[in-house]
């Protein structure tokens, strides 16, 4: 039995190896059906790539927007520019007692916010003013509704200052007239008289008003007021003074400084700015105070340290200049008038001379070093401050005090001047002559030339009227002459406006007037049919040169 299952395996084995011989056989005897095979796979392979290209070109190409083709770059920083916190630097010492007191205001802090608040007392105006109590703000809020109530009841004058044009003046020719609009007045000044008016050249609407008496046997306190014309009610700035004033003169870019000069010699500076009445400077004995009354000041440039510096002409013959330097005022001399005409050759001769009066001053436009002097014998000197001890000329101008000397506004070489002898010439410093004299049949108080025009003056005189001339339409008589006030009352002092059509004159009644000019007083003279007038500096300049060379020809003709 063994044997027969051993020979039973042993053929199943050789029979299993014959199956496997076989099978190699059949995969040795057919090699080309595998290469068949494989072309084959390679073949569909290739032509589902070709069905694909196929079905790629038939469908419509996609539509690709301008924007998707623009690179957008990632954003590596963004800034912001904002003004700069504010930085304090600050140090102290630390010791126990900061800690504490610190620690036990926070404790107190921390305890009341839980308790109500108590109500404050109402308070009445008076202790609010007494305390100080926002008495700026208070101050301020009843300025503003007291203009506004100034407003509203000289409506009718407010707006004829606007907008009235006389219409009646083109069936005037060449003449106009002076509408009056505001009367200013202060209650505490009625013995005074006006004796200067300045208009301030920042603030258009403000001016300057000196009171006091130039009579030596009506002196007594004097005052300084400041006036607006958005209220005529009552002056913004009042500061009384221990004597006449007879000179003031704002300062034209520091317009919180005004120079003003008294009757009793001194000089002296106040700044809107500061409160009290006190002047910030003043003359005195020991610093050069002049020993009769002061009749002009005027601002000058700043010297070379930027300290303010303003001149006086006083009666004691004395021409000084004033520096406002920190703590004083100092003051030089730069020149003195000689009765004789003989100058002092040192300090010894200066105390044995006799100097004339001087009576009013005027520097150049243009030259600061140059200025006219006028003088009580009617004479005006042309001095420089380079020259202390001579004149550059010297005119016969008038028989009686000069009272009024000006530079023209545009023309280097003309000036004008006013006496009381009743005259008003108008000069060229290149001749000893006047060019031209005008008599108004009164002693004449103060004279202005215009500033829009060359040719434009007024003046103002004793017996009530202003009187406007233009030289450019009428070289010989006035184109308005008009009584503003009564024939009692004088006439002391008159002011262009630096802007506006307007014209302020002061008289001894302690009363300033204000008049708006009409149309025919400045509107100058007129062209040739389809030629425009041209304006200007130049332009006025021009007009006021061909005013002098049709004199001159006239007087060679003569």
């Known amino acids: 039995m063994e044997s027969d299952n051993s020979d039973n395996e042993m053929d199943n084995a050789r029979a299993d190896e014959d199956a496997e011989g076989l099978q190699e056989d059949g995969e040795n005897e057919n090699p080309d059906s595998d ?4 072309d084959s796979e390679k073949e569909d392979a290739a032509q589902d790539k070709q069905d694909d290209a196929d079905s790629i070109e038939k469908e419509p190409p996609p539509v690709i927007d301008r924007a998707t083709q623009t690179h957008h770059f990632p954003l590596r920083e963004k800034g912001c520019q904002i003004e700069p916190p504010q930085c304090y630097t600050f140090a102290a010492t630390a010791n126990h007692w900061k800690f504490e007191h610190a620690y036990k205001s926070y404790r107190k802090k921390q305890s009341d916010q839980g308790k109500p608040k108590a109500k404050e007392p109402v308070k009445d105006i008076d202790t609010v003013l007494k305390k100080g109590y926002n008495a700026n703000r208070v101050a301020k809020i009843a300025k503003t509704i007291e203009r506004m109530l100034h407003q509203n009841t000289f409506d009718d004058l407010a707006q004829d200052f606007k907008y009235y044009e006389d219409a009646a003046d083109e069936f005037r020719g060449q003449e106009g007239t002076l509408l009056p609009l505001w009367k200013f007045h202060y209650n505490k000044s009625k013995r005074l008289a006006v004796t200067a008016l300045c208009w301030n050249k920042k603030y258009n609407d403000l001016f300057g008003v000196g009171m006091g008496s130039d009579d030596f046997s009506k002196q007594g306190n004097g005052i300084l007021i400041f006036y607006t014309l958005k209220n005529s009610t009552f002056p913004e700035y009042i500061f009384p003074t221990a004597s006449s004033v007879l000179c003031l003169d704002i300062h034209p870019q520091k317009s919180y400084l005004v120079a003003v000069g008294l ?43 930027n300290n303010p510096t303003f001149c006086s002409i006083s009666a004691d ?8 330097v920190k703590n004083e005022l100092a003051y030089r001399d730069i020149i003195r008038l000689p009765a004789d005409g003989v100058f002092a050759k040192g300090p010894e001769d200066a105390e044995t001379i006799s100097n004339v009066r001087g009576t009013s001053f005027d520097f150049h436009k243009e030259i600061d070093n140059f200025f006219l002097v006028g003088t009580e014998e009617g004479k005006i000197h042309m001095c420089s401050k380079m ?3 001579q004149f550059l000329e010297t005119f ?10 000006k530079w023209n506004t545009y ?13 008003i010439k108008v000069w060229d410093y290149t001749i000893n002559t ?12 103060n004279v202005a030339w215009a500033p829009y025009s060359s040719t434009v003056f007024a003046a103002v005189s004793i017996d009530g009227k202003v009187t406007v001339y233009d030289l450019g339409i009428n070289k010989y008589d006035p184109i308005c002459q008009q009584q503003v006030v009564a024939k009692k009352i004088k006439l002391t002092s008159i002011e262009f406006n630096p802007e506006e059509p307007l014209i302020i ?23 040739e049919k389809g030629q425009e007038m041209p304006k200007g500096p130049e332009a006025e300049l021009a007009k006021m040169e061909k005013l002098l060379s049709s004199l001159r020809e006239q007087d060679q003709n003569n």
């Open 35 to 38: 290469a068949e095979d494989d």
């Open 263 to 305: 009757y009793d010699g001194y000089v002296a500076v106040y700044n809107l700015r500061k409160k009290g009445t006190d002047p910030v400077y003043k003359s005195t004995p020991e610093t050069g105070k002049h020993t009769d009354p002061v009749w002009e000041v005027r601002w000058q440039a700043d010297d070379m340290a």
């Open 317 to 324: 013959g004395r021409v000084v200049s004033w520096t406002l």
């Open 387 to 389: 020259y202390s001890s």
């Open 396 to 405: 016969e101008a008038h028989t009686m005090p000069v009272d009024t000397i």
């Open 411 to 423: 023309h280097p070489k003309v000036f004008i001047s006013c006496s009381s002898d009743w005259t």
């Open 434 to 445: 006047p060019m031209l004299t005008f008599d108004l049949g009164s002693a004449v108080a």
């Open 505 to 527: 004159v002061g008289d001894d009644r302690s009363y300033v007037t204000s008049l708006k000019l009409s149309p025919n007083l400045r509107k100058g003279p007129k062209g």
